[in-house]
């Protein structure tokens, strides 16, 4: 078949790199000039995933129509989804006003709220401990109906209320997909898509279902694509000749970056194939996905468990007052630290470190404008980082690392750009507490140095921190 065949030459060949970086060069870039307005700034999780103008979801009732969101309209399929960031909690009124104001039936959620450390998204809906939420900036109320835990999702069911009427709304929350990876297996993933289609809420005599995660990019997008597929499958001749990257391209016009890495692309074949056992007659194979999934065990119990960050009624009321900036804190009033970049949208991101100082350096090599950030560390030793521009996506891949007596460390990285400049080899030498070194080096890549800019996080690529861990070449 030609999915099937298809799959198999691309992963005989490793070509998902390759696959992935031609989709982001085709994809449309769309306006987004509403998402950089001063007044809508503190309403962006990330500063690098805005949605486009012509596809954005408006607010009706209230005096700022703007939220992170997107309307992605796949009309063969007959399915419609909004897909947003993860609620911040100055904008979980928001985002509950745009759910009643759609129709909404469903929420998706495919991220925790916290994760590796860090607030993903807000705590909108009510706990078991709470079971109500108010939301005075958009005068709604949130109630916990009932909630259905599995090993790895659970299903809640909410009541939305707002001027005396009341609408229930599903919650579907997948609990073990992890941040720029993927679901452990696709039964587990189909298990979880085929309770949400049950449930009535993906078709089109509902308003569009309400997809997220944190950006409300890369799961998001996986989710969607997945299930778009398989709707199309159900709908065509010959189920197997649905073209997964062309339906890719075509969602990618509503929102920017649908499908973060390589191995979201790749999981996305696997789950939309195995999909098709259903689709092509074998009832008995949901049955399987169920027991593959071992839905009924008990959750995995995080040690320690995170820490539950605020919710959004305790500060603001669900609005963050308009003199308090992004990154302020909103006791002192004072600057944090910059807006963290979205790290959910960096393909090579891995684990996240903060770093005490650090400068962004952007050398021009062959003519092309490179970024490389050094810094101090308070987990690892100095580690280069290459950050992509706006305009041009650079590949980073960490060959060698060697941690060295003299503590000068050095690490082998093949730098790759997508935009025909051919990927070589660039040796570069970071030395761990030796500011002499650093300043030499620094004062001699300044000769190139077209400005530098102080931030706060960085992203450390999971190859070199294991490589470093070993000790190994």
């Not at 306006?31 to 500063?47: G, L, S, T």
């Not at 490179?370 to 060959?399: K, M």
Request: aromatic share 10%; glycine share 6%.
């Amino acid at each position: 078949a030609d999915m099937e065949q298809e799959f198999e030459d691309i992963d005989s060949e490793g070509r998902w790199q390759n696959l992935y970086l031609e989709i982001r060069n085709q994809s449309h870039e769309c306006a987004f000039k509403v998402a950089k307005y001063p007044d809508n700034r503190n309403r962006n999780r990330y500063r690098d995933v805005s949605p486009f103008d012509h596809s954005r979801v408006k607010l009706e009732n209230t005096e700022n129509d703007y939220i992170n969101a997107s309307l992605v309209v796949m009309e063969e399929a007959q399915r419609r989804y909004i897909l947003t960031q993860g609620p911040l909690r100055n904008t979980c009124g928001h985002f509950w006003l745009m759910i009643w104001e759609q129709k909404t039936k469903a929420v998706i959620m495919l991220n925790r709220v916290i994760e590796k450390g860090s607030e993903k998204c807000a705590q909108y809906w009510p706990t078991q401990e709470e079971r109500e939420m108010s939301f005075r900036d958009t005068r709604f109320v949130v109630t916990l109906v009932s909630e259905d835990v599995k090993s790895y999702y659970t299903t809640r069911v909410l009541e939305l209320q707002n001027t005396g009427e009341t609408r229930q709304i599903y919650h579907f929350h997948y609990t073990t997909w992890p941040d720029f990876g993927v679901p452990e297996s696709p039964a587990s993933f189909l298990n979880f898509l085929f309770k949400v289609r049950e449930s009535g809420s993906l078709g089109m005599d509902q308003g569009p279902a309400v997809v997220h995660c944190s950006a409300g990019i890369g799961r998001s997008g996986t989710f969607s694509l997945v299930d778009t597929c398989l709707v199309l499958m159900d709908k065509r001749k010959d189920p197997l000749a649905v073209d997964i990257r062309k339906i890719l391209l075509d969602m990618r016009k509503y929102r920017m970056g649908l499908i973060q890495t390589p191995d979201q692309l790749r999981f996305s074949y696997m789950a939309v194939l195995e999909g098709a056992k259903y689709i092509m007659g074998d009832s008995s194979v949901q049955k399987q996905w169920r027991e593959l999934s071992r839905e009924d065990q008990e959750p995995l119990s995080e040690s320690p468990p995170p820490p539950q960050p605020p919710k959004c009624t305790e500060r603001f009321n669900g609005s963050k007052p308009s003199h308090l900036e992004d990154g302020m804190d909103p006791k002192t009033g004072k600057k944090t630290g910059l807006e963290t970049p979205n790290k959910e949208s960096d393909r090579d991101a891995g684990t996240k470190y903060v770093a005490r100082h650090y400068m962004l350096q952007m050398l021009l090599l062959n003519g092309f404008p490179w970024f490389v950030l050094f810094g101090s560390l308070t987990s690892h030793p100095f580690y280069p980082r290459l950050v992509r521009n706006t305009s041009t996506q650079l590949i980073l891949q960490p060959r060698k690392y060697r941690q060295r007596k003299d503590n000068h460390n050095i690490c082998l990285f093949t730098v790759t750009c997508t935009n025909d400049i051919k990927p070589y080899n660039n040796w570069i030498f970071f030395t761990l507490f030796c500011p002499t070194t650093i300043l030499v080096f620094l004062a001699l890549l300044r000769l190139l140095h077209c400005g530098s800019v102080i931030s706060d996080d960085l992203t450390v690529p999971p190859e070199v921190v294991q490589l470093h861990q070993r000790g190994s070449v």
